[in-house]
């Protein structure tokens, strides 16, 4: 089955204590991206990768890392996380950015974070 | 990337024809329009996309009008379950962004 997953679901923790949050696809999309979202604020966009090895900032992206060694996987790390990065995370895939269609995203099942 | 304007939130009555319009006035040539759904704790799923004139699939149909600078979202006879967030979205070869949203409310 073509999806997205994210792990884990949900994670209670607390200040300062660096954590990763995994996402991965199946269906050999080139381009990735994580999207946290907050009650009143929508999606916002942290990072985004076009491919392997190319990763590029969104909209939000301080306090988080990411990186794309390979084209399945695109974790999300926060190195000192912070209680204003309790949020529900979110990981997408699309085929690519550059054709008809091709830029539709699939969405994983979310990552519900508390950061105490 | 063209910006997007929606209402923020609108109700209906279960079986009615809910059409949700967004604006994009500087969309690009080569800018395609997806709309989005995104039920509460879930991630947003793709409802349909169009360039030009309509687009029918078998969630809902999409109306685009020959100057494309608006699209407007057609959820026919809804239903309780259709209670979401709508994303309009507008986007060539860049990298979508989501806004705010319409959060549509239906009621018994």
């Known amino acids: 089955e073509a999806q997205v997953t994210q792990n884990p679901r949900y994670l209670i923790t607390v200040t300062g204590k660096k954590l990763t949050v995994t996402c991965s696809q199946n269906m050999n999309h080139e381009y990735m991206s994580w999207y946290r979202q907050d009650p009143g604020l929508g999606l916002r966009q942290i990072y985004y990768?076009?491919?392997?090895?190319?990763?590029d900032k969104g909209d939000v992206p301080e306090g988080y890392k990411v990186s794309r060694k390979e084209k399945r996987n695109f974790p999300l790390i926060l190195e000192s996380p912070s209680p204003n990065q309790t949020s529900l995370y979110f990981c997408a895939s699309s085929l690519n950015t550059g054709l008809a269609g091709g830029n539709t995203q699939y969405f994983g099942p979310g990552t519900r974070l508390t950061v105490l | 990337l063209a910006k997007t304007t929606q209402p923020i939130s609108m109700d209906s009555y279960e079986g009615q024809e809910v059409n949700i319009t967004c604006s994009h006035n500087?969309?690009?040539?080569?800018?395609?329009i997806t709309w989005y759904q995104q039920f509460p704790s879930q991630g947003p799923r793709f409802i349909i996309q169009g360039y030009k004139t309509k687009v029918t699939n078998e969630v809902a149909s999409l109306f685009i009008p020959a100057d494309r600078k608006s699209s407007t979202l057609s959820l026919p006879r809804v239903s309780l379950s259709d209670t979401a967030v709508y994303y309009c979205l507008v986007s060539g070869n860049t990298p979508l962004v989501f806004g705010k949203g319409t959060r549509l409310s239906v009621i018994a």
């Open positions: 500087n969309i690009a040539t080569n800018d395609y």
């Open positions: 990768s076009m491919n392997v090895e190319a990763t």
